[in-house]
């Protein structure tokens, strides 16, 4: 019975999917994540680590940049066309241009190495909550559609319609919009939408929010008008454009 325990209790672990290359790295990550609460398998190149992120066994997918066979942003973009599965990319370069990359195929967070096992530990823990939050929100929040001009968001089944369009959305751009939609006509400042959408704290030069932002905006197109549906304000943050009084139900 004890032995039933322990096996419900583990399989009750998030599952996390480790797709790098770099041997030690895996391990060192193994060492210490799983003491925190996670079962960790690893894979070492990209086709391996593609079709055991698309097998549907994995919570969470730790994927590297640069992969043999194939590389990571590719990996990214089929896992993206078949799941809203979350990844967590990771970069050795210094520069923006990897993670902003990542970020517009859909990564739900980045990473750059160096990083310390802790800091991969807490953006998993929050990439998770906001996995598991609008579960929970469907339930307690009313209303749960949304209806905002011509913007249809319904919490429950987590869907967005633009003149009856669906759109196709990304889990944080789900999300994002949502905290728009909450708060429209309302300058919200980056680290709100950073504290809110992405569950962790803003840190110096993290421009991961804004790329959301340029993603959501691209996908939303303009306004019935022709106008912005979501302007930036500059040094502060940004504010969904208020067509009218959104309407709830």
Do not use: W
Not at 64 to 77: I, K, N, S, T, Y
Not at 158 to 175: M, Y
Not at 188 to 197: G, I, P, T, Y
């Amino acid at each position: 019975m004890d032995a039933n325990k322990s096996e419900n209790a583990e399989a009750a672990l998030p599952r996390i999917l480790v797709v790098d290359d770099d041997i030690e790295l895996c391990e060192l990550l193994r060492e210490y994540l799983e003491p925190e609460g996670f079962r960790i398998d690893v894979a070492y190149n990209g086709a391996d680590g593609l079709e055991r992120a698309l097998s549907g066994d994995f919570t969470l997918v730790v994927l590297d940049v640069m992969l043999p066979q194939v590389e990571g942003f590719e990996a990214l973009r089929r896992i993206r066309q078949k799941t809203l599965l979350p990844v967590i990319m990771l970069t050795a370069r210094g520069d923006d241009v990897d993670r902003i990359h990542g970020l517009e195929i859909g990564a739900d967070d980045y990473l750059m190495k160096p990083f310390n096992p802790r800091e991969l530990a807490a953006r998993i823990q929050a990439v998770l909550r906001r996995s598991a939050l609008p579960a929970t929100e469907a339930v307690l929040q009313v209303p749960k559609t949304i209806v905002l001009g011509d913007i249809e968001l319904d919490q429950g089944a987590r869907t967005v319609r633009r003149k009856n369009r669906e759109l196709d959305l990304t889990s944080v751009e789900f999300d994002l919009l949502a905290f728009f939609l909450k708060t429209p006509g309302h300058v919200v400042s980056r680290d709100d939408m950073v504290k809110a959408v992405l569950r962790r704290e803003l840190v110096s030069f993290d421009r991961s929010i804004d790329v959301h932002v340029s993603n959501l905006r691209r996908k939303l197109g303009p306004a019935p008008d022709g106008g912005d549906r979501i302007r930036a304000i500059r040094g502060v943050g940004y504010v969904y454009v208020l067509p009218g009084k959104a309407r709830n139900r």
